[in-house]
Every structure is written in C-alpha cells, then in structure tokens.
C-alpha cells in the first residue's frame, strides 16, 4: 500500500514521529484484514490487536515515496500474525520492519473466536505465498 508522507506526520526532528508508523501499518492492515474477511463496513470487524512493534531502520522526511507491505507471517486457531515492511520506493530501502498479532473477538460475548475457516485458508494461502 502506497503511503503519502503528509507534513502533519513530522515532527520537530524533521522526520515522521515513530507513533505515526503505526497508524500506516494499521491503514495496510485493514485494508488488507477487509478484504480478506470480506468486510465492506467497520460493523463487520470482528479482530482486535493484541500486540503491535515495529523497528525502525532509516528516518523518512516530507514527502518520500513509502508502502507498507504486509504479510500474514503465523496463523493460530484464534490469532494470527502480520508481518510488516515499510520500504523506500525510490531504491526499496527497509525503513521499518515489525508485526502485529491479531486477535478474532466476539464484541459481543466480549471474547476470541475460532479464525473462520475461509479466512484460514487465505491466510495461510498468503503467508506460504
């Protein structure tokens, strides 16, 4: 997913601040989760975040051309991993590397749920992919 570097995202140091990578990799992440489960509104999310890291290897100013990779990495019985990479478009540079780990939930019994069969297969499709 392709990322535009906005001036609101740097901060005084002239780099994007280390807690907006985080809203990237969750703008990849549910663009990729949607389309998997299939969702087309927020009221059909059912997962949840249990952890989320990310390192962070070169700085990104205004401007650079970035994407946010990601990749299921592990797939549980009622969690799974992502895997992300934010890369420098212009010479494909690793600028940040980390996971997530995602958590099927019933928000309603306030609870995680077995991983849907079909989402499974994708997952598991993608991360040997």
Do not use: C
């Not at 949840?48 to 051309?65: E, H, M, N, Q």
């Not at 890369?87 to 939930?105: H, K, P, Q, S």
Request: charged share 30%.
């Amino acid at each position: 997913m392709p990322v535009q570097v906005r001036f609101r995202d740097i901060d005084g140091m002239g780099h994007v601040n280390n807690a907006v990578y985080f809203t990237y990799i969750e703008a990849a992440r549910t663009e990729y989760l949607m389309r998997v489960m299939g969702a087309k509104a927020m009221d059909e999310v059912d997962w949840i975040v249990a952890t989320a890291s990310l390192a962070f290897k070169r700085p990104v100013a205004y401007g650079d051309p970035i994407e946010v990779r990601v990749r299921p990495s592990k797939v549980g019985s009622t969690s799974f991993t992502l895997s992300y990479e934010i890369r420098d478009t212009r010479d494909g540079g690793l600028v940040a590397d980390g996971e997530t780990v995602i958590v099927m939930y019933d928000y309603g019994k306030r609870e995680k749920k077995p991983i849907p069969d079909p989402v499974r297969a994708t997952l598991e499709r993608d991360e040997a992919a």
